[in-house]
């Protein structure tokens, strides 16, 4: 779980986690000013800092590369900010080991998700289009932070793009690398308004510029 400042909500994230059954849970705090370090470990997860405040990005790296280190076989990006339901996970990941190396959660395969109207009918049209022209691939929900990565994907996707570029990194990788991908309903719950069109700017600014 990549976080920066949810203590109101990581410790309630990582005990949900934790009655569902999914007690190898990670941490990975990019440099937060308030004290979500200290909850997330009080809360029984594993946590590794930033010093610095990074990126989204750069702290699923930072994850990653945790579970390449210990030798992990599956791999779940979950926000901290508790929008995803940990119950989605079981089935996300029988789906996986069905013959995927990449489970995608898209918001828009079930009507569990109540979007925000701007989000829906504004952002995510245009997030779609940006999307489609820097990846090539055709998504039903782009940038969503839920993903299960198998073995083989974890070691042929390197992330570079330190901010929210890298959701389209990660999307492009699994085009030029030749894995097997799906979408797999997830339900989204919105507590705050998302990204405007600033961060979908910046987006693009960082694939072209950082790469």
Do not use: C
């Not at 929008?83 to 995608?104: H, M, R, T, W």
Request: proline share 2%.
């Amino acid at each position: 779980m990549p976080t920066y400042n949810e203590a109101a909500n990581i410790g309630r994230v990582i005990r949900d986690l934790f009655q569902h059954g999914w007690n190898n849970v990670l941490v990975v705090d990019d440099g937060s000013a308030d004290t979500t370090v200290s909850l997330a470990k009080e809360a029984g997860a594993q946590v590794v800092v930033h010093t610095i405040n990074r990126g989204q990005g750069a702290a699923l790296e930072t994850g990653n590369e945790y579970a390449r280190k210990n030798g992990f076989d599956i791999v779940v990006h979950f926000d901290g900010d508790g929008q995803f339901n940990p119950a989605d996970i079981k089935g996300a990941i029988e789906q996986l080991n069905s013959g995927y190396d990449v489970i995608l959660g898209s918001k828009f395969l079930d009507n569990r998700s109540r979007i925000p109207f701007f989000k829906r009918f504004v952002f995510l049209p245009i997030a779609h289009i940006i999307n489609r022209v820097l990846t090539g691939v055709r998504l039903t929900d782009v940038h969503n932070g839920f993903r299960i990565l198998n073995k083989t994907a974890l070691e042929k996707i390197g992330i570079t793009q330190d901010g929210m570029a890298h959701n389209s990194e990660i999307v492009a990788a699994l085009k030029s690398n030749d894995l097997h991908f799906t979408e797999y309903p997830v339900e989204v719950s919105y507590h705050r308004y998302g990204r405007g069109l600033n961060e979908g700017f910046k987006i693009i600014f960082d694939w072209i510029f950082k790469k």
